[in-house]
T-cell receptor, first 115, second 115 residues
C-alpha cells in the first residue's frame, strides 16, 4: 500500500515549452500533496503545498506563475512548468499525505531536462 | 527556528556495523519526526517515524532514538548491509492549523556500507 506514482519519469523539452508532471496516490486519498525540487547531492526543497480543491501555497521564492499546480481530486495533483528554461532542469518529486494515517509518501520523481 | 540540522554529511561503515545519523532541532512545536531513505534517481521512501511521547522506536533493523530534552533524534541501522548504501534524510513537522503535515528536511547523509 501507500504508493505514489509520477508521470513522466523523465522528460526532455526545448526551451520555451511547457511541461506537465502528474502525481497520483494509487491506493489512498490525499487531501494534501507537496511538490519538491532536488538538485544533485542536495536535500529536498519544498516548492509548494497543494490542497484538493483550493489554490496551492507556494514557498518563498517560488514563482507561482511559472510553476502551476492543480490539485483536481483526492488522488491527483499536477505541476506544470511553463516556458521552461535550462535553469529549470532538475529532479521534481511529489509527495502525498495519507488522509487517514497522516504519513507522507513520495513519488519516484521526474527528471526534467530543458535544452 | 524552522530548521533541522543533520550530521554527518557522509558516513562509511563496514558490513555489519551500526551507522548512526543524528539530527537536531530548535522548534519545540515539532511533533512528528520521520526518516527517509533515498537511492540515486529515486524518490525518498519512508523508513520509520516517531512522535515525542516515546524515546525509542524499532522497525526491523532501523531504530530511532529520541531525546526530547536535548531536542535531538537519531537513526541507528543495525547489522548494516551494502544494500543500505543510500542517502538518508531526517525530517520534522509541526501540527499547525490547518494541519498540512509540511515537512522540514535535514541536509541528508550519504551512507556507504562496504562489503
Amino acid at each position: 500500500g501507500a504508493v505514489v506514482s509520477q508521470h513522466p519519469s523523465w522528460v526532455i523539452c526545448k526551451s520555451g515549452t511547457s511541461v506537465k508532471i502528474e502525481c497520483r496516490s494509487l491506493d489512498f486519498q490525499a487531501t494534501t500533496m507537496f511538490w519538491y525540487r532536488q538538485f544533485p547531492k542536495q536535500s529536498l526543497m519544498l516548492m509548494a503545498t497543494s490542497n484538493e480543491g483550493s489554490k496551492a501555497t507556494y514557498e518563498q521564492g517560488v514563482e507561482k506563475d511559472k510553476f502551476l499546480i492543480n490539485h483536481a481530486s483526492l488522488t491527483l495533483s499536477t505541476l506544470t512548468v511553463t516556458s521552461a528554461h535550462p535553469e529549470d532542469s532538475s529532479f521534481y518529486i511529489c509527495s502525498a499525505r495519507d488522509l487517514l494515517a497522516g504519513e507522507q509518501f513520495f513519488g519516484p520523481g521526474t527528471r526534467l531536462t530543458v535544452l | 527556528q524552522q530548521q533541522v540540522k543533520q550530521s554527518p554529511q557522509s558516513l562509511i561503515v563496514q558490513k555489519g556495523g551500526i551507522p548512526i545519523i543524528n539530527c537536531a532541532y530548535e522548534n519545540t512545536a515539532f511533533d512528528y519526526f520521520p526518516w527517509y531513505q533515498q537511492f540515486p534517481g529515486k524518490g525518498p521512501a519512508l523508513l520509520i517515524a516517531i512522535r515525542p511521547d516515546v524515546s525509542e522506536k524499532k522497525e526491523g533493523r532501523f531504530t530511532i532514538s529520541f531525546n526530547k530534552s536535548a531536542k535531538q533524534f537519531s537513526l541507528h541501522i543495525m547489522d548494516s548491509q551494502p544494500g543500505d548504501s543510500a542517502t538518508y534524510f531526517c525530517a520534522a513537522s509541526i501540527r499547525e492549523v490547518p494541519d498540512t503535515g509540511k515537512l522540514i528536511f535535514g541536509q541528508g547523509t550519504t551512507l556507504q556500507v562496504k562489503p
